[in-house]
T-cell receptor, first 114, second 113 residues
Framework: SAVISQKPSRDICQRGTSLTIQCQVD?????MFWYRQQPGQSLTLIAT?????????ESGFVIDKFPISRPNLTFSTLTVSNMSPEDSSIYLC???????????FGSGTRLTVV | KQEVTQIPAALSVPEGENLVLNCSFT??????LQWFRQDPGKGLTSLLL?????REQTSGRLNASLDKSSGRSTLYIAASQPGDSATYLC????????????FGAGTQVVVTP
């Protein structure tokens, strides 16, 4: 099964700064997704990232706050910009490996903004 | 719009008991359904993927069933162990947007020694 390496695994950041999270997949995938999981909550989709096109953001999420790059079929980054304590969450990337294989997730980035 | 509900929200059992976790979805036009495990502060680990043509899928002590007509899936964990303590999430495809999945809120399981 595909493996996704996500880093950093955790970080503590000052408010007003930005953090970039990276995900590397060990095989080519068409669709990658970025999720946020706030404390005690389930997953909320931030955006869908397809190679060669702009990311598609869900309601409540904007590109200026969460810019995403997808330079090729194995890599994506999510930046959390101008952070505030409300951005403290676990951020997860995932890849759609097709209907026969389902979703694979990275190990998550635990972000604390102070 | 696909909605996924998991019951119960939390479950505590003594070691050795069988676990039954329920997942319901509102739109049965799905091509598969996936069960995940999440340990605290970590990412999601895929447990089982059931295709729409299958009624169940098994992996070791885990068995997941799928009944599309009733909009339900059940995850059975036999002979539970303390290492099974985690949050279990099910995910069904979003039927209004290709490739997206809708996640349930999860069932938090504690297995006591």
């Amino acid at each position: 099964s595909a493996v996704i390496s996500q880093k950093p695994s955790r970080d503590i950041c000052q408010r007003g700064t930005s953090l970039t999270i990276q995900c590397q997949v060990d095989s080519q995938v068409t669709m990658m997704f970025w999720y946020r999981q706030q404390p005690g909550q389930s997953l909320t989709l931030i955006a869908t990232a397809n190679q060669g096109s702009e990311a598609t953001y869900e309601s409540g999420f904007v590109i200026d706050k969460f810019p995403i790059s997808r330079p090729n079929l194995t890599f994506s980054t999510l930046t959390v910009s101008n952070m505030s304590p409300e951005d403290s969450s676990i951020y997860l990337c995932s890849a759609d490996r097709g209907t026969n294989y389902g979703y694979t997730f990275g190990s998550g980035t635990r972000l604390t903004v102070v | 719009k696909q909605e996924v509900t998991q019951i119960p929200a939390a479950l505590s059992v003594p070691e050795g008991e069988n676990l039954v976790l329920n997942c319901s979805f509102t739109d049965s036009a799905i091509y598969n359904l996936q069960w995940f495990r999440q340990d605290p502060g970590k990412g999601l680990t895929s447990l089982l993927l059931i295709q729409s043509s299958q009624r169940e899928q098994t992996s070791g002590r885990l068995n997941a069933s799928l009944d599309k007509s009733s909009g339900r899936s059940t995850l059975y964990i036999a002979a539970s162990q303390p290492g099974d303590s985690a949050t279990y999430l099910c995910a069904a495809p979003s039927t209004d947007s290709w490739g997206k999945f809708q996640f349930g809120a999860g069932t938090q399981v504690v297995v006591t020694p």
